[in-house]
């Protein structure tokens, strides 16, 4: 056809880097919950990684005043500077930790914070060891990164934590670094002190860096407590990066801030590759993560002991779901049966088809752990009421119940 000649052809491939990504498991099974309850379906929905508070009055009111003043102009790319010294005085508050500013980025919650990190860390054919099960995210962001993710396995034997054994017989000459996750998800598991020191002594026998996950710190049951790998020594603090961000502490996941504390180095090509995709993250979440971190800690408190209220009253029924085997998690707000048993007396050949059924049949949606490393599991979030917490756990078993075939 005439004016066709040297058109555009809009079929081509897209680039190689994004071919090999698989969609959020999480977000995708939020999703069709969330179709399905606005068409008028009663659906559970229990995938969801986020609390069910509402963010803290206070910090409501400090991003509130800090829009009233005009403060809604562009920051610097890393983050305001108080911003960074309420990091600063949380680290050494809560972890004995000395950082300076330029050891400090702010980024639009720690998703991007972990992006940006492999994206100045890797180069091709780098290996990022990962423990399994694993947050969905870690190898995509690798693989993004032209890196090479590197399974290390976690079992219910072990409470799905690594050794340091592991991630030694996993280290060649292409491993830059390993992942932390403590408290964990999907897990719930934390890494002991002793635990963390062998890998810490590890990690420095073969000179590699430490990315340690620490979104989850502040939700820690019974006598557990949080140790960030970096407080174990010198060594470890210099070649730990420290995720963390206001979004699971205080119930602000739509607010988008996260930071990372590490070698200044790092962080300062961080920023010049923030400055170049994202300007700086929203400067009115910035003024609300100030409060956040200055201002009284009581709501985050009242959530920990209502997470771990509602922990206590549905770990025990979850784990009499015929099939089921539970390891109690220490963190967190994620439950993770093992279901191979089930499965295989409900006549279901995988964990997605699994879930898929509990979703469509029983109304409860749960995240299949294929989907983080671990297709013998489901993951469950008691992020929501215990009413509707039981009400899901009496629907699973039931369902389960009415479909085993002996």
Known sequence: MKGQKGAIQLTKKLAARVS??????????????KEMKESGIDVIGLGAGEPDYNTPENILEAAYQSMKEGKTKYTPSGGLPALKDAVIAKLKRDQQLDYTRQEIMIGIGAKHVLYTLFQVLLDPGDEVIIPTPYWVSYPEQVKLAEGVPVFVEGTSESHFKVTADQIRNAITSSTKAVIINSPGNPTGMIYSRDELQQIADVCQEKDIWIISDEIYEKLIYGNEKHISIAQLSEDAKKRT????????????????????????????????????????????????????????????????????????????????????????????????????????????????????????????????????????????????????????????????EANWKE
């Open 241 to 400: 990066f420290i995720i963390n961000g206001v979004s699971k502490s205080h119930s602000m996941t739509g607010w988008r801030i996260g930071y990372i504390a590490g070698d200044a180095k790092v962080v300062g090509a961080m920023t010049n590759l923030a400055s170049h995709s994202t300007s700086n993250p929203t400067t009115t979440s910035q003024y609300a993560a100030i409060e956040a971190y200055d201002g009284p800690q009581d709501a985050v408190e009242t959530m920990r002991k209502d997470f771990e209220s509602r922990l206590e009253r549905i770990y025990p029924q979850l784990a009499a779901i015929p099939g089921f085997t539970v390891v109690k998690p220490q963190g967190a707000f994620y439950l993770l049966p093992e279901v191979t048993e089930a499965m295989k007396k409900t006549g279901f050949s995988n964990v997605d088809e699994f879930a898929s059924a509990l979703l469509t049949e029983a109304k409860v949606a749960v995240i299949p752990g294929s989907g983080f490393g671990s297709p013998e599991t489901i993951r469950l979030s008691y992020a929501t009421s215990i009413d509707l917490l039981e009400e899901a756990v009496k629907r699973i078993r039931s369902f389960v």
């Open 20 to 33: 090999t990504l698989s969609p959020s498991t999480t977000l995708a099974i939020t999703a069709k919950a």
